[in-house]
């Protein structure tokens, strides 16, 4: 497996459950959010082990929880908290502007302080991408996250996923599945030859994407 670094190669995330079309107050009203609008909602520090921003992606049913993505530095102050009860007064100091003590019920904030959350990964990929029997009439192909993976900063990890698929079909055009255990040499490939020219053709644009 070959590694490389990027920016957001290590930053920690976990994900904090707001209600459905909660309100945030301004200075002479309140907003209403809408499920199907994306907002980053930041928080008032501005220090690197302080500075915190929720991300809430777009959801189709407007009655649906929230999920708001936290994502932080490895030694942000966020990872020392305990319990539900500091999270909660960490986040309301933060969030003025958002009442967490209605938003947020207090096993969300037990639930959110015990989770251990993730970490995003290094940019990697596979040496090996597909595998044929010797006789090069079946075999295993991979496609995805299976063969490379990336953290969100670069942006390719549904694009380069989008791709396997197409190049592993493009391939696999040239067998002739139903006479393939029949013809050897009948001008079609055997399953294996496509697979090892799948291979080949996904490992050159993997290294090169990886290699920016």
């Not at 070959?2 to 209600?19: D, E, F, M, N, W």
């Not at 199907?36 to 992606?57: Q, S, T, V």
């Not at 003590?101 to 290094?122: I, K, M, N, Y």
């Not at 991979?142 to 549904?158: M, T, W, Y």
Request: charged letters at 20%; aromatic letters at 8%.
């Amino acid at each position: 497996m070959k590694q490389y670094q990027s920016p957001a190669t290590g930053l920690r995330i976990k994900v904090l459950q707001l209600p459905p079309q909660f309100e945030i107050s301004n200075v002479s009203s309140t907003y209403v959010t809408k499920g199907h609008f994306i907002y980053a909602i930041r928080g008032r520090h501005k220090k690197p082990k302080e500075y915190i921003n929720l991300g809430l992606l777009p959801l189709r049913d407007n009655s649906s929880l929230r999920p708001a993505n936290v994502i932080t530095r490895p030694n942000h102050i966020l990872w020392t908290l305990q319990t539900g009860r500091e999270v909660k007064e960490w986040f309301r100091n933060s969030f003025p502007r958002l009442n967490f003590t209605s938003l947020v019920p207090e096993e969300e904030w037990d639930r959110f302080a015990r989770a251990q959350g993730s970490r995003f990964p290094h940019c990697q990929y596979s040496n090996g991408v597909a595998l044929s029997s010797l006789d090069r009439r079946s075999g295993v192909a991979l496609v995805g996250d299976a063969i490379h993976s990336f953290p969100p900063d670069i942006g390719q990890g549904i694009n380069a996923g989008l791709a396997d698929v197409i190049a592993l079909d493009k391939a696999l055009q040239s067998v002739n599945f139903p006479s393939c255990k029949k013809q050897l040499n009948s001008g079609h490939s055997l399953l294996g030859d496509a697979l090892h020219k799948y291979e080949c053709d996904r490992l050159k644009e993997v290294c090169t994407l990886l290699n920016f």
